[in-house]
């Protein structure tokens, strides 16, 4: 995996994640993509926080096939991605596949990013979740020669091991991690994830695919709302382009 410069965080580019879908769609439905045509898959946090997403997703396209992913992060087997891949409608022209993948966050209602007060609970709690684990290993890392501490988990899955791993080389373990940053670079590396799967995957020569990464952000008592990250056609050469929706 290779490693990514994390992005400045800019919470100031968010919309609402229905203002989001309907930019994307608008940039995209000129490239041939459509509700007919268009499967789609999506790599986000297993949190319940982010299931609104695919309700919105799918009412614009359709129920997405799953690759996450605690973080969002996609999982790296083969063959998850090709059991997705192999469920493609058959068409007589190209095929069209959306990918979508997310970090995503809290904000509590001073602003204050990665907590939210969840239903019935009366104090916040980190989101995401996962991504605070893993700052919490960067800022405490595990002494190999130490007692096992029961806080500290003895063997993560290897998703959170690699986000830890391609993380991590970005934070000093004795600096305060910035957990809007952070979540920009998981976004990141969720992007980077996907297009190095599709790299070894040979779909672009029947499917154009598109692969939209953001940040979702959880409010309180609101809708989220979404920031997006990267926008990337990938035709039938597997070239990428970036795409802009606005
Ligand atoms: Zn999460």
Redo the contacts with the bound molecule.
């Keep these: 995996m290779n490693n990514v410069e994390p992005l400045k965080p800019n919470f100031t580019d968010a919309s609402s994640v229905r203002r989001y879908l309907y930019r994307l769609r608008d940039v995209i439905e000129p490239l041939g993509f459509n509700r007919s045509n268009t499967f789609t898959m999506a790599s986000l946090?297993?949190?319940e926080?982010?299931q609104s997403l695919l309700i919105e997703l799918a009412d614009f396209w359709r129920l997405p096939f799953i690759l996450g992913g605690?973080?969002?992060l996609p999982h790296y087997d083969i063959e998850t991605w090709q059991t997705g891949l192999s469920h493609i409608p058959e068409s007589v022209e190209r095929s069209k596949l959306l990918i979508i993948g997310t970090?995503?966050v809290g904000m509590a209602p001073d602003g204050t990013i990665g907590h939210i007060k969840r239903r019935g609970q009366n104090q916040p709690t980190i989101?995401?979740?996962?991504?605070g684990a893993v700052a919490q290993a960067i800022t405490n890392p595990v002494d190999e020669q130490a007692p096992v501490d029961p806080k500290i988990p003895s063997s993560w899955p290897t998703e959170l091991a690699v986000l830890q791993e391609t993380l991590g080389v970005h934070y000093a373990p004795t600096v305060p991690i910035d957990v809007g940053e952070m979540t920009f670079a998981c976004a990141q590396v969720i992007n980077t994830t996907m297009h190095e799967m599709l790299d070894s995957l040979t779909i672009h020569e029947t499917c154009d695919v598109v692969v939209a990464t953001g940040v979702q952000i959880h409010l309180e008592d609101d809708a989220d709302q979404m920031v997006p990250v990267a926008t990337t056609l990938r035709d039938e050469h597997g070239k990428q382009t970036p795409l802009s929706i606005g």
């Design positions: 946090c297993r949190d926080l982010t605690l973080a969002g970090a995503h989101a995401c979740g996962a991504l």
